[in-house]
């Protein structure tokens, strides 16, 4: 189990039981996917399949056409647009797809939840936008993302009446860039339930978003 493809496995397989444990999925549906690094390749979820039954071994290996390379079940019916976007923004390692119930709810409105909070302006750099109506089963929903999130500080799109997709550079950044999602979307719309939320300044939203990805967290220690 050491071979890009087994590690991508095993990580695709527990990163799904995030999104169980945040509370984003309910029943199948939902999904992550990563990139194997250095292939032309993707792991996915088996399509249908009950969150409490998947395994690396029912991991499902395709090329980035999301034809399958490896596995004993059919795809995730996103595997298209995982696979659309990962042919067309190469910078990116990994695309979670949600319902959350909060997140969908302003996808259901075709309405961009708007940056008004530091954590939203730390992690998303702006609102967080809204792509066009799509059909399952082509590429119109992985249009549809690389369309909207391409130049777009935003790792997440609430694709409209559909829900969240999430883009990171591995599959464990895109599943906490849907954690926030949800965690903003519900904050600013029991926000709303109050009054007009506040808006923040660009520059301070600009200098937030610096500060996060230069200075937060950890760094490797100066030898």
């Not at 493809?5 to 990580?11: A, C, E, T």
């Not at 079940?73 to 923004?89: F, K, L």
Request: with cysteine; glycine share 8%.
């Amino acid at each position: 189990m050491n071979s890009p493809i087994d590690l991508m496995r095993r990580q695709v397989s527990e990163l799904h039981q995030e999104l169980v444990r945040y509370g984003l999925v309910v029943w199948t549906a939902g999904n992550v996917s990563a990139r194997v690094p250095g292939k032309d390749l993707l792991v996915i979820k088996p399509s249908g399949v009950p969150y409490d039954e998947l395994s690396p071994r029912n991991m499902i290996v395709c090329d980035l056409d999301g034809t399958v390379v490896e596995g004993d079940h059919s795809p995730s019916s996103d595997t298209a647009a995982h696979a659309y976007v990962y042919r067309h923004m190469p910078e990116v390692g990994g695309v979670v797809h949600t319902h959350s119930t909060y997140a969908s709810a302003w996808a259901a409105r075709g309405e961009a939840v708007p940056c008004v909070l530091t954590a939203m302006a730390d992690e998303f750099g702006a609102a967080i936008p809204v792509g066009p109506f799509a059909l399952i089963g082509d590429d119109s929903i992985g249009m549809g993302i690389v369309e909207t999130l391409q130049g777009h500080r935003s790792p997440a799109v609430l694709m409209k009446s559909h829900g969240v997709f999430t883009i990171g550079k591995d599959a464990k950044a895109a599943v906490k860039a849907a954690v926030m999602c949800e965690d903003v979307a519900r904050t600013v719309h029991i926000s709303r339930q109050l009054g007009e939320p506040l808006p923040i300044a660009q520059d301070d939203i600009d200098r937030l978003n610096h500060r996060y990805r230069t200075v937060y967290g950890q760094r490797p220690a100066a030898r």
